[in-house]
Structure formats: structure tokens, C-alpha cells
């Protein structure tokens, strides 16, 4: 593919980048307010996925030859059945989920991240122990990240109080300690694989568990990262850049995915740090 030269926002950046992870034949649960996410996912299976299926707004579908795909902006949005094979309601979806799923990708948030990829959507406390922050809730995502091969985890900012080295409360549980069998010890099932921000990539080696630093994104040094992160992370040798979107992938992503222009809009597109 060819670097598109053309500007584009960070909401499209991460959609190109996301969809890169989408493999052919796997299922991709697609969850809930996460435009992006949701974009990236349906991005890839366009162009790398045409036989697998989604799990979008409670109906497991395919939509690689659809000429128009709406917009869903719930995950409860009827509007995903139109060429589902079937619609279920939420509570079938938990109450009856398999204890071996094959979703590989799944992308939580999170208001922080702690070295071996625990993540926190409950709230941030304050110094003195009370809560001064309540964040979204963790909804569904403990239930899909313990039984899903492998999860990724996303956040909209990276600071030191983002990357911390104690998360001040656990929603979706990592690598826990890093130990070997810490995960299967608890009976959960994969972890997670990458962790993405507007900085960089990360991931984290079988080795040690420890997130390390995968790629800098267009424009970021890695001194840039160091200085945003809360604890020492893994640096490689050789750190390489994340690929920026290609004119394929903006076409596509533009004119069949984001035909309303949702990840175009906003007077900051590229969150700081």
C-alpha cells in the first residue's frame, strides 16, 4: 500500500490501525460507543475479511458485499439487522456465552492502564483514598475478556495518570502480575495482546507480561512516550513507526464505512497527551 499524503484525523488513524488486526474467518465483536473501534472493525473485514462474521448491535452478520452500511450509534441500534443472520437480545448474548469464544481483538477502554495491561473503567480516586471521578463502568467487558482468545485495550490519553503503575481499581484484568498461569489460575481465558494510545503501540512479550513498546506513532519520538508513561516500560532496540493510513484504506473507510464523515468531525481531532 501507498501513504496517502492526504490529512486525516486521529478517529480515522485509529480505524486504518485497527483494522489491520481483523483476521479472515475469525468473529469480531464489535462493542459500544466506540465509534472508531466500530469503524476499524467493519474497515477490516471490508478489506481483508470477506467470509467472516460480526457481532454488531446484537446480530451476528455479514456485510462485505452490502453497497450501503448505516450508521450504528448504539449497539442496541435495530438498524444492525438488516442483513443479520439473527438478532438476539442482550441478555442472551451473556447469560449463554460460550466459555471458549474464538473473538480475537476485542478492544476495551480505559482511564488507566498498569504495566501488565490491567485497565480500569470504574473511576479515578483521589489522593486521599476517596473516588473523585466515576468513569463509564465496565459494562460487558469482563465477561467477553475472559473468555475471548485475546483482547486489546484502548485509551484516548497517555500521561502519567493514564499509564500508571497501580490501577486504582481493576474493571478488566490483564496479565495480573505477570507471573506464568497467573490468568489460568483465576480460570480466565487469552489476555490482552495490544495497547493502543495517541502515542503508540504496545504490547506485551510472553517472556515477562510487561507492556512494551511496539511502534511510536507518525511524529512521536520515543523519548515523547518515556515521558507520558508512569512506569518503566519495555524498549526494544529498534522501535519502528506505526504505519499511517493508506489512500486505499481512507477511500474505503470514507465512502462506504464513514459516509456521514462522524470521524472527521471535532476542533481537536488528535487528542493530546
Known sequence: MTTSTTSYTYPEFLACLISRQ????????????????????????????PSMRMLISMTTTNIYHNPV???????????????????????????GMRRVAHWR???????????????NLLGVTARDGRPAMRGAG???????????????????RHSPSTFVAKCDYISCPGWLDGTTGAREGLGLRGGPELCISPLGVFDFPEATRRMRLRTAH???TVSDIVA???????????????????????ELLRTRVDRHGELRRGENPWPST
Open 22 to 49: 481483523i483476521e479472515d474467518h475469525r468473529p469480531a465483536f464489535v462493542g459500544a460507543a466506540l465509534p472508531a473501534i466500530r469503524a476499524g472493525t467493519v474497515l477490516g473485514h471490508l478489506m481483508r475479511g
Open 228 to 250: 507520558a508513561t508512569g512506569f518503566e516500560l519495555e524498549i526494544p532496540e529498534t522501535v519502528g513507526e506505526t504505519a499511517a493510513p493508506a489512500e486505499e484504506e481512507l
Open 138 to 156: 465496565s459494562v460487558g467487558t469482563p465477561s467477553v475478556t475472559a473468555v475471548a482468545e485475546s483482547f486489546n485495550i484502548l485509551l484516548n
Open 69 to 95: 452500511i448505516d450508521r450504528f450509534s448504539y449497539v442496541t441500534d435495530w438498524r444492525g439487522a438488516r442483513w443479520a443472520e439473527h438478532y438476539r437480545v442482550v441478555e442472551d448474548i451473556f447469560g
Open 105 to 119: 481483538g476485542f478492544f476495551v477502554g480505559a482511564l488507566q492502564v498498569d504495566p501488565y495491561g490491567n485497565s
Open 218 to 220: 507518525p511524529g512521536v
